[in-house]
């Protein structure tokens, strides 16, 4: 099993940036795909980003592409979020996931651990 820990949220005015972090313990990272997904209140659960085992391939959802940047350093077992040109709508719970599964890495139900989640709030 693989524990996920985010860290990096915060609050921060429309148009500033963050940096998410996601550490793993338990196992390497190197394993699996992982993906960045994101709650607001009374919203279910929806994809943000994910990038593949080896960090050569990397998908967005059209709401953050241009905007968000995932990565991975597998030596550090850490994956990253950087969030640029934030808005008030990407106030959210932002959650880190891994993979067993190598597709479908857009839809939650296929991700096996996730971490706690980092609170993101964006005043405008």
């Known amino acids: 099993q693989v524990q996920l820990v985010e860290s990096g949220g915060g609050l921060v005015q429309a148009g500033g940036s963050l940096r998410l972090s996601c550490a793993a313990s338990g196992r390497t990272i190197s394993l699996y795909p992982m993906g960045w997904f994101r709650q607001a209140p009374g919203n279910e659960r929806e994809f943000v980003a994910a990038?593949?085992?080896?960090?050569?391939?990397?998908y967005y959802a059209d709401s953050v592409k241009g905007r968000f940047t995932i990565s991975r350093d597998n030596a550090k077992n850490t994956v990253y979020l950087q969030m640029n040109s934030l808005k008030p709508e990407d106030t959210a719970v932002y959650y880190c996931a891994a993979t067993e599964r190598n597709f479908s890495l857009g839809v939650a139900r296929m991700y096996n651990y996730w971490g706690q989640g980092t609170q993101v709030t964006v005043s405008s």
């Open positions: 990038i593949r085992r080896s960090g050569d391939s990397t």
